[in-house]
């Protein structure tokens, strides 16, 4: 099996004296602000996207363009690091400045129940606000929309009313009840082949170009005083792989995409081998899909630019999460949190922030707080403070824009991440990822090996669950089946030789940091989960239509 090469970076250079700024920890690289800070920001998730693929990452194919000139302008952030390795958690905490343990919304129990959103906050405090995306899981249904004045995704996997009104309740109902989890998660598997359906082969048509339309539309249309926030999901680079024929060509020249694996779950389960050609010819698929994804970016950039609107927004730039190509034996987004999958990219432009390059520690979760700093906003003023789900209080240790970012030793109630870095003995900065047991992934995995007519080991890795800590020089992962994983990241960083925490005290001391965490948000992940049963009848209380509804989707008998 070959691997993509990583070449080296390529040259955004400022001086050493802006160089020292931006990589010690507590500080800012940025300009003063001023009476002209932006009053909008643009928010952009490019989906599964990998940071080595693209060009301010150094990239050898030109894949990103548009990208590229954007980061002459912006922050590119080297060590960005997402809280999970796919989007329903992800966008989770984007949305609400919280880790997933916090927020709850995962596999298990896929909506954002009771908490005040991002999104709320702007609209309450007059900023006109919306998300338009082409992921199944931004939508409704999981309330990752809740708070916008508008919102569309171009690609549900469910109905809007499957999971609306009193069916709502009924779903929270029974994810709530561990005796009828199984009946839950038999529904989310339903949007999740409904999603394969619906993304292969003829029904694969791009909806980039869409969403991109869209958000000028709202843009256009805007009338606040205070201004406007846009989210934008882009999701080509997800699997299935079928780029525009345009863009096939030039980076996948004659590679029919039917004709490569285009199912993870055959690869992971051990009934798929993919030969170093075949991953050749799905590496340039995945290259065509960015290449769209950046030209469509890029007519949305330069629409801003062309209407002068472009120094006035706040521009966020982001990957939710990566995507392996066969390192470690593993294909798609699933089972592991390795750093092609959890080391995201990030761009940033705003006035507060020089254009060039930082290896500091980041977090996604941190964007919470650097959107409320970038248009000034303080959520308890917008919402009031009565409420018992509240949203998170602006945090400016964790602003990317502040002079004390990341900085927490003056937090008066720091959150599970905070407190686990203010509890070390040295003053090395941690980021934190957890990833539940995939329910759907393992669900199709299971499938895919029965269909061969084989079974997945008792300790196979998919079905673990996993935490990490990871600073600039190293990581740990803990895992609750699997064996535990730690690497030198500053020595390693493809992750290929793991070191026991006994033989080196950098990795001890990450473990020892994951522990804090734990420690934190409930304890180790360190025994396999069993469910317990409870004959408690989740849905007595819910109406006829909504059982019928049910029996309809086969959930009922």
Same mark, same amino acid.
């Given at each position: 099996?070959?691997?993509?090469?990583?070449?080296?970076?390529?040259?955004?250079?400022?001086?050493?004296?802006?160089?020292?700024? *931006?990589?010690?920890?507590?500080?800012?690289?940025?300009?003063?602000?001023?009476?002209?800070?932006?009053?909008?920001?643009?928010?952009?998730?490019?989906?599964?996207?990998?940071?080595?693929?693209?060009?301010?990452?150094?990239?050898?194919?030109?894949?990103?363009?548009?990208?590229?000139?954007?980061?002459?302008?912006?922050?590119?952030?080297?060590?960005?690091?997402?809280?999970?390795?796919?989007?329903?958690?992800?966008?989770?905490?984007?949305?609400?400045?919280?880790?997933?343990?916090?927020?709850?919304?995962?596999?298990?129990?896929?909506?954002?129940?009771?908490?005040?959103?991002?999104?709320?906050?702007?609209?309450?405090?007059?900023?006109?606000?919306?998300?338009?995306?082409?992921?199944?899981?931004?939508?409704?249904?999981?309330?990752?929309?809740?708070?916008?004045?508008?919102?569309?995704?171009?690609?549900?996997?469910?109905?809007?009313?499957?999971?609306?009104?009193?069916?709502?309740?009924?779903?929270?109902?029974?994810?709530?009840?561990?005796?009828?989890?199984?009946?839950?998660?038999?529904?989310?598997?339903?949007?999740?082949?409904?999603?394969?359906?619906?993304?292969?082969?003829?029904?694969?048509?791009?909806?980039?170009? *869409?969403?991109?339309?869209?958000?000028? *539309?709202?843009?256009?249309? *805007?009338?606040?005083?205070?201004?406007?926030?846009?989210?934008?999901?882009?999701?080509?680079?997800?699997?299935?792989?079928?780029?525009?024929?345009?863009?096939?060509?030039?980076?996948?020249?004659?590679?029919?995409?039917?004709?490569?694996?285009?199912?993870?779950?055959?690869?992971?389960?051990?009934?798929?081998?993919?030969?170093?050609?075949?991953?050749?010819?799905?590496?340039?698929?995945?290259?065509?899909?960015?290449?769209?994804?950046?030209?469509?970016?890029?007519?949305?950039?330069?629409?801003?630019?062309?209407?002068?609107?472009?120094?006035?927004?706040?521009?966020?730039?982001?990957?939710?999460?990566?995507?392996?190509?066969?390192?470690?034996?593993?294909?798609?987004?699933?089972?592991?949190?390795?750093?092609?999958?959890?080391?995201?990219?990030?761009?940033?432009?705003?006035?507060?922030?020089?254009?060039?390059?930082?290896?500091?520690?980041?977090?996604?979760?941190?964007?919470?707080?650097?959107?409320?700093?970038?248009?000034?906003?303080?959520?308890?003023?917008?919402?009031?403070?009565?409420?018992?789900?509240?949203?998170?209080?602006?945090?400016?240790?964790?602003?990317?824009?502040?002079?004390?970012?990341?900085?927490?030793?003056?937090?008066?109630?720091?959150?599970?991440?905070?407190?686990?870095?203010?509890?070390?003995?040295?003053?090395?900065?941690?980021?934190?990822?957890?990833?539940?047991?995939?329910?759907?992934?393992?669900?199709?995995?299971?499938?895919?090996?029965?269909?061969?007519?084989?079974?997945?080991?008792?300790?196979?890795?998919?079905?673990?669950?996993?935490?990490?800590?990871?600073?600039?020089?190293?990581?740990?992962?803990?895992?609750?089946?699997?064996?535990?994983?730690?690497?030198?990241?500053?020595?390693?960083?493809?992750?290929?030789?793991?070191?026991?925490?006994?033989?080196?005290?950098?990795?001890?001391?990450?473990?020892?940091?994951?522990?804090?965490?734990?420690?934190?948000?409930?304890?180790?992940?360190?025994?396999?989960?069993?469910?317990?049963?409870?004959?408690?009848?989740?849905?007595?209380?819910?109406?006829?239509?909504?059982?019928?509804?049910?029996?309809?989707?086969?959930?009922?008998?």
């Amino acid at each position: 099996m070959t691997e993509l090469a990583l070449p080296a970076a390529p040259s955004l250079r400022f001086d050493d004296d802006t160089h020292s700024r *931006s990589t010690a920890r507590g500080s800012t690289a940025g300009r003063r602000r001023d009476e002209t800070a932006p009053s909008n920001v643009l928010f952009v998730v490019l989906d599964t996207v990998r940071k080595d693929h693209l060009g301010p990452y150094g990239y050898d194919r030109e894949t990103t363009p548009a990208l590229s000139r954007f980061a002459e302008e912006a922050t590119v952030f080297e060590s960005a690091v997402a809280p999970a390795p796919w989007t329903l958690p992800v966008h989770a905490s984007l949305f609400t400045g919280l880790y997933p343990s916090q927020h709850g919304a995962d596999q298990g129990s896929p909506y954002l129940d009771d908490v005040t959103t991002l999104a709320s906050v702007l609209s309450a405090a007059g900023y006109d606000t919306a998300c338009y995306s082409s992921n199944a899981w931004i939508t409704p249904y999981t309330s990752l929309t809740d708070g916008f004045g508008e919102h569309d995704s171009f690609f549900e996997a469910l109905p809007r009313d499957v999971l609306s009104g009193p069916l709502a309740s009924a779903w929270q109902a029974v994810n709530d009840n561990d005796y009828l989890r199984e009946m839950a998660s038999r529904l989310v598997r339903l949007g999740a082949m409904a999603h394969e359906r619906l993304a292969s082969g003829e029904g694969a048509d791009t909806k980039t170009p *869409s969403v991109i339309d869209r958000t000028r *539309s709202f843009v256009d249309d *805007s009338e606040s005083d205070r201004g406007w926030f846009a989210f934008v999901n882009l999701m080509d680079a997800h699997l299935p792989y079928y780029p525009p024929d345009e863009y096939r060509e030039a980076f996948a020249p004659g590679v029919d995409p039917d004709a490569v694996c285009q199912n993870s779950k055959e690869y992971n389960a051990g009934v798929r081998d993919i030969d170093d050609e075949e991953w050749d010819d799905i590496r340039g698929l995945y290259d065509a899909e960015i290449a769209h994804m950046d030209a469509e970016l890029g007519r949305l950039f330069d629409w801003l630019r062309a209407t002068d609107q472009w120094d006035e927004t706040t521009v966020v730039v982001c990957a939710d999460h990566g995507e392996l190509h066969g390192e470690h034996d593993l294909y798609g987004h699933e089972f592991a949190l390795y750093d092609e999958l959890i080391n995201v990219p990030l761009l940033v432009k705003h006035p507060d922030l020089e254009a060039g390059r930082r290896d500091d520690l980041v977090e996604l979760l941190d964007l919470y707080h650097t959107t409320l700093d970038a248009l000034a906003v303080d959520p308890d003023a917008a919402v009031g403070t009565g409420t018992e789900n509240g949203p998170v209080a602006r945090d400016p240790t964790r602003s990317l824009l502040s002079s004390e970012y990341r900085a927490f030793d003056g937090v008066a109630e720091p959150d599970p991440g905070q407190r686990a870095v203010l509890g070390g003995s040295d003053e090395t900065d941690y980021a934190f990822v957890e990833y539940a047991q995939p329910v759907i992934e393992l669900h199709h995995l299971e499938q895919k090996a029965s269909e061969a007519g084989t079974t997945l080991p008792a300790d196979h890795r998919a079905y673990s669950r996993l935490r990490a800590a990871r600073s600039t020089d190293a990581k740990y992962v803990r895992a609750d089946l699997v064996a535990d994983e730690g690497y030198r990241l500053d020595d390693d960083p493809r992750e290929e030789s793991a070191i026991d925490p006994a033989d080196d005290d950098v990795v001890a001391a990450t473990e020892r940091a994951l522990a804090r965490f734990e420690d934190t948000v409930g304890g180790a992940w360190d025994d396999p989960s069993e469910t317990a049963a409870d004959d408690a009848d989740a849905l007595a209380e819910a109406d006829e239509a909504t059982q019928d509804r049910l029996r309809e989707l086969g959930y009922l008998e």
